[in-house]
């Protein structure tokens, strides 16, 4: 019935097209006359759209015109014509939804289009792209188009000048990778000068593979950290356990015996898990290795962060391998991205697992950080007023989009009709058959002229696979993450004929493979020649494409580009982009995968149902089979991944939402603090609320006087906010103060000793201060606050014991930690000003010379009563009054009680100051 409707009244992505396809007319119909126009008349259209927009015209009412000169334009500067499957893609991509385009129809090109249109708007539109690569040579690129059309151009790549960023902030038009764009606006939330803000809001975003950054890289989240404690020695120390372990054959079943050994490893969860056995063992190892002492527990509260260490220690060496997961460069660990191949410099991986990695690989162990600032890709991107995206393979994920961004997937057809020829699967028992029909498939198309691209899912298999077309006397190609910088020159050379290339995953690689090979490199150097005349660089351009041609031709006689999976990838997407690489515009091109029992997606997902299958048929060694079914029940694994992929996508972003709710309460909070030109009715507001809440505490509302505490609200009053009031004898003195006469009393009196700071220093200065000393507060506060929510996250799943739903009890406790940390903000502040000292130029330098000679002498420690009093004195130069002196004390430790009685730890006391 489904099907019937759908031949009757067409498919959603079909009404799409068809209400597009009635715009590509009109635009096709302006055609003519913005051809009429001069260079300078087509550039001062962009003038004139700015000024219809202002006037009320809407953007949409200004596509097919805007189109259409934008149309013109990349036929003047790049002598190419958009086609109309490019005129779909780019109202799709102003509609706000995914524009499925297949690779080689043209996308950077299209994307020119809707980028031109919404910044006629003049709130900024950012592009954002894979890799700094892409950014750099998509602005330079398509830059020359939007100069000629009036509109400027900037690009921010990571280690860029902060003038530099500002200003291609301030561009109608950025490029920039998502991770960049992500950062900078993390960033802009941490700083205490409004000028020092690098964007300037989030209007509209177009998103080059789309699926790459918000479905694959949306696990990772954003984070800029600091440092944090150093534990080096241990994760050297624990390294030395996990060979000590011995791994179990398989997973233990409930009513079998358990198999023998200390471990075993879930390879679809990723990861490992002692058995009781095991935990025995591991501390009867880590009491021989003075970690444990002897005879305790790793569970024992104390030694639970020894339970952590193993566990990274024992995933480092049974999950993560080196050229797999990771390379080892410049001594340093570098993740690999699993999904495009490339290397993530400066990405690290968290709870101490990269830094297990790097004990494990004996190069040195960086320090473990502490999180500054946090974001998801999926709830940054969700943050733009209009998002679109583009790829070449959306649709297998469209429910996700549209679940996750509310964004709907459109596939546009292609220019011309696809003639790839896409094969069944060959599965093979073992790896070593499967590799023996790879090499006789790549041998026969080099011998044709043939060229081949074969795609690999690790840099360990492109090795392999190199060494044995080595062996076989096969000139070859190596695309993977070492091969990065010559990834473009590799490229354009794939498509020559008999070119035999290996490639690591080939998603968001940005350039197509031209049968024949690309001349466009030597066409830009002819342009770029100012020695040559116009007349001259044409002839040299037609003869170099004529060269072309014949090569062109041959290769696409041998069949065009040939494709070759040396593994299916868990993402069908992946597989797709390989896939895609071959039948461009019309090209002719093959593609098969070649696939063993031993694949680790087959081991995991299908290897029994297609060994059942193999062994059903007896079929000889090294004979494949090849069939629908198998083909079916290897999509059919990978859906299961993919499901369970989006499943924890799904969960990490319901749990993310909690935090970027409260992270956007005080992220405008903190804009208001930043843009206000001043903050000194909000201290007013805080001063009063948290001396309020003091006073009620000592002094309950509606209470009679035997229930009142007035000695101790005068003992903190006088201890904790400098403020000596004689409110014993007060209340003493006249029986008829209420608690709320008490509270009057004490808020003037605090008032009063605030005005006469800011009498001293002068209201412009101390305004400064004030707000300097709120942001301050405000980050201190967020930090400890994230790292609350990552320890309650970390066993909030333990709730479900208990038959509680642990988001709910996640949701819950997390707002009230978000409640005490705003309270702990405003008592901070409030103190902190309260109890600094203002002292005159001179008092300070009389001070500053009277510590040094004491430290010269005796080398003394300040040891102080309190910390807040301690800040603010440290902020003077100038102890506080009741300072004693003691003599240097012996070393502390971080984690241990503070020497000055405070009752805090070591770090979080004294340690802060030094």
Known sequence: MVSFLKKLIGSRNDRLLKQYRKQVGKINGLEPQISALSDAELAAKTQEFRDRYAQGTSLDDLLPEAFAVVREGGKRVFGMRHFDSQMLGGIALHSGKIAEMRTGEGKTLMA?????????????VHVVTVNDYLARRDAQWMGRLYGFLGMTVGVVVPQQPNEEKMASYAADITYGTNNEFGFDYLRD??????????????FYAIVDEVDSILIDEARTPLIISGQAEDHTELYIKMNAVPPMLTRMASEPKPQEPEPEGDFWVDEKSQQVYLSEAGHEHAEEILARLEILPAGESLYEPRHIALMHHLMVALRANNLFFRDQQYVVQDGEIVIVDEFTGRLMVGRRWSDGLHQAVEAKEGVRIQNENQTLASITFQNYFRMYAKLGGMTG???????????????????????????????????FKT???????ILLDIRDCHERGQPVLVGTTSIENSELLAGLLKEAKLPHEVLNAKQHAREAEIVADAGKPGHITIATNMAGRGTDIVLGGSVEKQVDAIHADA?????????????????????????KAAG????????????????NQLRGRAGRQGDPGSSRFYLSLEDSLMRIFAGDRVRAIMERLKLPEGEPIEAGVVSRSIETAQRKVEGRNFDIRKQLLEYDDVSNDQRKVLYAQRNDVLEASSVGETIGNLRDAAIADLVHAHLPAGSVEEQWDVPGLQTVLAADWQLDLPLVEMVEKDGNLTEEDVLKIVQQAAADVYSAKIALVGEES?????????????????????????????????????????????????????????????????????????????????????????????????????????????????????????????KVGRNDP?????????????????
């Open 112 to 124: 020119t289009l809707p980028v031109y249109l919404n910044a006629i708007a003049g709130k900024g």
């Open 189 to 202: 939330n941490m700083e205490y000068r409004l000028e020092d803000r690098r964007q300037r809001g989030l």
């Open 393 to 427: 393979t959306a649709d297998t994920e469209a429910y996700e989009f549209q679940e996750i961004y509310s964004l709907e997937t459109v596939i546009i057809p292609t220019n011309r009709p696809m003639v790839r020829k896409d094969q069944n699967d060959q599965v």
């Open 431 to 437: 790896t070593p058959e499967k590799y023996n029909a």
């Open 531 to 555: 020695a040559l005349s116009e007349a001259e660089k044409t002839q040299r351009i037609d003869a170099i494409r004529a060269a072309w041609k014949p090569v062109n031709e041959e290769v």
């Open 560 to 575: 065009g580009l040939r494709i070759i999976g040396t593994e299916r990838h868990e993402s069908r997407r992946i597989d």
């Open 766 to 890: 101390w305004s400064q201060f004030e707000r300097s000393v709120m942001l301050q507060s405000i980050d201190t506060a967020w930090r400890e606050h994230l790292s609350s929510l990552d320890f309650l996250r970390q066993g909030i799943h333990l709730r479900g014991y208990a038959q509680k739903n642990p988001k709910q009890e996640y949701k819950r406790e997390a707002f009230e930690l978000f409640s005490g940390m705003l309270d702990r903000i405003r008592d901070d502040v409030v103190k902190l000003l309260m109890t600094v000292r203002v002292q005159s130029a001179e008092q300070v330098e009389e001070a500053t010379e009277a510590e040094q000679a004491q430290n010269q002498v005796q080398n003394v420690q300040y040891h102080h009563s309190d910390y807040e009093e301690a800040l603010a004195s440290a902020a003077t130069n100038s102890p506080p009054a009741d300072d004693t002196v003691r003599n240097a004390l012996p």
């Open 898 to 914: 503070c020497p000055c009685g405070s009752g805090k730890k070591y770090k979080q006391c004294h340690g802060k100051l030094s």
